[in-house]
């Protein structure tokens, strides 16, 4: 999936507008859907989808559909669209939002062998 970005964002999002970026997992918290894309200065962003348009829809083959139970108590529900090693469950979204190293590596990995 690919993804062009609404309006230039320099100072906190590091994103160009009219640039196109791919997208590495989708997710859903709060009622807000959010994309993973890498921005202008190679980190690993979470922003919502509001701030881009979608320039293909298309997902990769390997991507999985996890529906994800908020905390107890709180009553969201929220899911995750993307590579099992992110998506398999919340324990693993959770790894990959707080960018814990192992799974950090393992996304490099996963990028490294698409481009």
Sequence with gaps: MKVVARLNDQNQ?????????????????????????????NMT??????????SDHSVKKDWIFTEIKG??????????????????NGASYNAFVDLESDQIYTFLKYIDKRN
Aim: glycine content about 8%; aromatic content about 16%; charged content about 30%.
């Design 71 to 88: 905390e107890e108590g709180e009553g969201e529900v929220s899911f995750v669209l993307g590579p099992e090693f992110i998506a398999k």
């Design 13 to 41: 999002l590091k994103l160009t507008a009219k640039k196109e970026y791919e997208v590495y997992c989708i997710s859903m918290w709060r009622g807000i859907i959010y994309f993973c894309v890498i921005n202008d200065t």
């Design 45 to 54: 962003l979470w922003t919502e989808s509001k701030k881009f348009i979608v």
